[in-house]
Each structure stands twice: as C-alpha cells, then as structure tokens.
C-alpha cells in the first residue's frame, strides 16, 4: 500500500513563506509526477504546481514567481516553498502522485495540509 505524508502547513502572515513537505511510501516502483493541489472553502480543487521525475516544474498563473516547487527522488519526496504569501491562497493543500508499482501505474492524494494566510 502506497500513501502520501504531508507536513508543514499553518498560520503565517501575508507576506510571509511556509515549506510543505510530502513523501510517498509503500510498495513504489517509480514515481512519475508529484505536484500539489488547493481547495479554498467553497472552491474547487486546482492545481498549485506540478513536477516531472525529471525535475520539469508546471506552476499555475497565480503562484508564478512565488511558488517553487521541487522533488528529492532519493526520498521519494516533494517539497513547495511559498514566498510572500497572500490571503487568498489560503486553503487546504493536497499531494498528488502519479507512481507505478511495477505491474501498473497509479495516483494517490495525501490526506491535506491547512495553509492560513492572515494578519
């Protein structure tokens, strides 16, 4: 069984910078993409950012130049660093990986992390 342990989430102010941390355990042959995934109250889930085995990052539009994302294949781990952080990017954060155990491949979602952005 695979699964997805996220941390790092919590309160900080605007302007501020947090480091999410998820690392994926279980019977995992190769990992395909990790990427990080929000949902605000009453949103839906979208995309924060995404990375390839191959260290290739996707960002949405409003994270560009804020965000960073990047992966320890070592570790089986995937890291997002904010910077200046802004209220609306409060919301749950969620771990997304798309992996193989060898036979097929498969996704799994890490359980959540809340992120609060507020004075």
């Known amino acids: 069984q695979v699964q997805l342990v996220e941390s790092g989430g919590g309160l900080v102010q605007p302007g501020g910078s947090l480091r999410l941390s998820c690392e994926a355990s279980g019977s995992i042959f190769s990992i395909n993409v990790m990427g990080w995934y929000r949902q605000a109250p009453g949103k839906q889930r979208e995309l924060v950012a995404r990375?390839?085995?191959?260290?290739?990052?996707n960002y949405a539009d409003s994270v560009k130049g804020r965000f960073a994302i990047s992966r320890d294949n070592s570790k089986n781990t995937v890291y997002l660093r904010m910077n200046s952080l802004k209220p609306e990017d409060t919301a749950v954060y969620y771990c997304h990986s798309v992996f193989s155990n060898g036979i097929r491949f498969s996704d799994i979602w890490g359980q959540g992390t809340q992120v609060t952005v507020s004075s």
């Open positions: 990375i390839t085995s191959g260290g290739v990052p």
